[in-house]
């Protein structure tokens, strides 16, 4: 697994630009914006139960992840790796803090009630 640099890990926790790109059951690219994070070791993505990049990387675990820095548009991060743990624990904890870091507020305006919130955990195999 390679290590998460500090300088990658802090552009990680900011409020940053993610593009994050899943397999289609065809074979075919899905991408979607949202939101990142890491705890050090891993890449964090916060989904919701039944959404198309959940159900892709049960199915296919590889990934691909570009991040641009909104401070900095020339400082892009390019990521390839693999889902190796999806759950729901700590899933919900974690999305109230994204709400924060994003929006600056307790509660986030666009949910569905009902909605189980589902932590993707990713190993980065290549950083570019």
């Known amino acids: ?7 990658l890990q802090q552009l ?8 994050f790109a899943t397999i289609m059951p065809d074979g075919s690219p899905q991408m979607t914006q949202t939101w990142i994070d890491t705890d050090g070791k891993y890449i ?6 039944g959404h198309q990049k959940v159900r892709n990387v049960r199915r ?3 990934v691909a992840i570009s991040v641009v820095d909104p401070a900095r548009l020339e400082r892009a991060v390019n ?6 743990e999806i759950t729901t624990e700590g899933a919900d ?5 994204l709400i924060e870091r ?3 507020q307790q509660e986030y305006p666009y949910g569905r009630p009902g909605q189980v919130r ?10 570019r």
Request: charged share 30%; with cysteine; hydrophobic share 50%.
């Open 44 to 49: 964090l993505i916060n989904s919701v139960e």
């Open 60 to 62: 296919d675990p590889r």
């Open 93 to 97: 904890l974690h999305f109230k803090k």
């Open 79 to 84: 990521i390839r790796g693999r889902v190796v």
């Open 118 to 127: 589902i932590l993707l955990k990713i190993v980065p195999e290549k950083i």
């Open 102 to 104: 994003n929006f600056g």
């Open 12 to 19: 990680l926790r900011k409020r940053v630009l993610c593009f």
């Open 1 to 7: 697994m390679i290590e998460l640099s500090a300088e």
